[in-house]
């Protein structure tokens, strides 16, 4: 009997080649050939970036600054917001480990001492005495669902896609941890510019205060003009303050993505650096390309897998389930019986479970698995959309960062000249002081308009190659690594 019990299941086992549910087929999305905005990624080159090397993702990684890339290996090992997806991770990771075990048979050990007394009426005649008694038993058990409609395996199946997910999480977070590390260290560099540019020009319009002030003590000035210079040289004065503060603030931001004090780097990051010389074009690839590098979609992707695996879970309750048991143990009255021969015990069992009266149930919950798979591609199609709009806004932003930064280069070196001319001008007596008040204001809005532009430039190009989830390195502690490798192999 046991052994046609135990062949049945086999057999049955056996010929369950296939689940209950849908199998999920990666969506399909028209995309464009090639990115409207491609032929904007290349930018009139300017005369401090023609010499540039090509967009690769060595110069992605540090944009040519050893220390922009020690901070993002340093941010992609301590930040503090990837130790929290990885800990994500790890949580799909030990739910998938243990969906797993549902497709193996669940085997226990018990054991019971019991000392008993039987009431009269269930011992009637018998003397109080000998009512009392001890029960001993020992046994392993084990109980191994079917899976003859595919219930555990789609679980599995859910699990994985979910782990899956939490890995592509991981890997976006990653790719913007990187990119803001790399965003906020070119706006310290730039804010460093323009501070560079404020006090160089506060130093000049001082020069050109001192000259009035010694024309004025000579007889050939007057107080009018002392008063238009020194008000100009204030004015230039107050922008150095917000600056400084910009600058502190940037700093702090680069702290914390490292996981530290916000304070730790201001020493180490006081001296100012030169932003670094773009490439003149930048190759976005094709669409297609960027789906299957984008670790956002892949989340999406993977999300959309498991709702519909789990249509598969909820559908395998409209049939039968099969429990195969079994149980060898031993029971005696008496602690020196308790593995003798006499004394064994043996259970082998085939359960059947079937809500067959209870499909109004089952259906709503195929019904709710249904829609949170229609939910799911919804959400996979808008990543896609998003991802596109993303891409094509950031090439776009680049392209015009570049071109209006050519214009400002040019301006600032035009309007530094014109100062210079004016001053010589006026100290030759050629000119009165307005011409060289003006031709300074000039001078200053010309040059930080230039600094500024040119931190918005590569601050572009770090956004677009983010856009391009393409290149920063996948870096994590020695323990996140192991852990991330240890993924893999389960998700394989």
Request: aromatic share 4%.
């Given at each position: ?59 992605l990684q540090g944009l040519g600054d050893a220390q922009l890339a020690e901070l993002v290996d340093e941010a992609l090992h301590a930040n503090h917001d990837l130790r929290i997806a990885l800990a994500r991770l790890d949580r799909a990771n030990a739910l998938l480990r243990g969906a797993r075990f549902d497709a193996l048979p669940t085997v226990t050990a018990q054991g019971e001492a019991a000392d008993v007394r ?333 600094a500024d532009g040119r931190t918005r430039s590569v601050a572009s190009a770090v956004a677009l190659y983010k856009a391009l989830a393409g290149g920063w390195p996948q870096q994590v502690p020695e323990r996140e690594r192991i852990a991330g490798r240890r993924a893999d192999d389960r998700l394989q």
């Amino acid at each position: 009997m046991v052994s046609r019990i135990a062949i049945s299941a086999l057999a049955a086992a056996l010929l369950a080649a296939c689940a209950v549910g849908p199998d999920h087929v990666r969506p399909h999305m028209a995309v464009p050939e090639r990115f409207g905005a491609a032929d904007a990624g290349a930018a009139p080159a300017t005369a401090a970036g023609t010499a540039a090397a090509g967009f690769d993702d060595a110069f992605l990684q540090g944009l040519g600054d050893a220390q922009l890339a020690e901070l993002v290996d340093e941010a992609l090992h301590a930040n503090h917001d990837l130790r929290i997806a990885l800990a994500r991770l790890d949580r799909a990771n030990a739910l998938l480990r243990g969906a797993r075990f549902d497709a193996l048979p669940t085997v226990t050990a018990q054991g019971e001492a019991a000392d008993v007394r039987s009431s009269a009426d269930q011992a009637p005649g018998v003397p109080r005495e000998a009512r009392d008694g001890e029960q001993w038993s020992a046994g392993i058990s084990a109980g191994w669902e079917l899976d003859l409609f595919g219930r555990v395996r789609r679980g599995i199946e859910a699990g994985r896609a979910e782990a899956g997910a939490s890995a592509a999480d991981l890997r976006a977070l990653q790719v913007a941890v990187a990119g803001e590390v790399a965003r906020s260290w070119v706006e310290l560099r730039g804010t460093q510019e323009r501070l560079r540019v404020a006090r160089a020009n506060r130093d000049n319009q001082q020069r050109t205060l001192d000259l009035v002030n010694a024309r004025l003590d000579a007889g050939a000035g007057t107080e009018f003009d002392t008063a238009r210079a020194r008000a100009q040289l204030e004015g230039t004065a107050a922008r150095i303050p917000a600056l400084e503060a910009q600058e502190r603030v940037a700093m702090h931001r680069l702290a914390v993505l490292t996981g530290r004090d916000p304070a730790a780097l201001v020493a180490s990051l006081a001296q100012p650096r030169a932003l670094p010389q773009l490439p003149p074009r930048i190759d976005a690839g094709a669409p297609g390309e960027l789906l299957r590098v984008r670790p956002d979609i892949a989340a999406a992707e993977a999300r959309l897998h498991a709702a519909t695996a789990r249509i598969g879970v909820a559908t395998a309750d409209l049939f039968p389930r099969f429990t195969l048991g079994g149980l060898i143990g031993s029971q005696a009255i008496d602690s020196s019986a308790l593995f003798e021969r006499d004394s064994e015990t043996r259970v082998v069992a085939l359960g059947i479970d079937w809500s067959f009266l209870d499909v109004g149930r089952v259906r709503a919950r195929i019904a709710a698995a249904n829609a949170e798979a229609e939910g799911e591609l919804a959400r996979y199609q808008q990543s896609v959309l998003l991802a596109l709009e993303d891409t094509e806004n950031a090439l776009v932003r680049h392209a015009r960062a570049r071109s209006e930064d050519a214009h400002l280069e040019r301006a600032a070196i035009d309007a530094a000249q014109a100062a210079q001319l004016a001053r010589a001008r006026f100290e030759a007596g050629a000119s009165g002081l307005l011409e060289v008040l003006d031709a300074e204001r000039v001078q200053l809005q010309a040059q930080d308009a230039f600094a500024d532009g040119r931190t918005r430039s590569v601050a572009s190009a770090v956004a677009l190659y983010k856009a391009l989830a393409g290149g920063w390195p996948q870096q994590v502690p020695e323990r996140e690594r192991i852990a991330g490798r240890r993924a893999d192999d389960r998700l394989q």
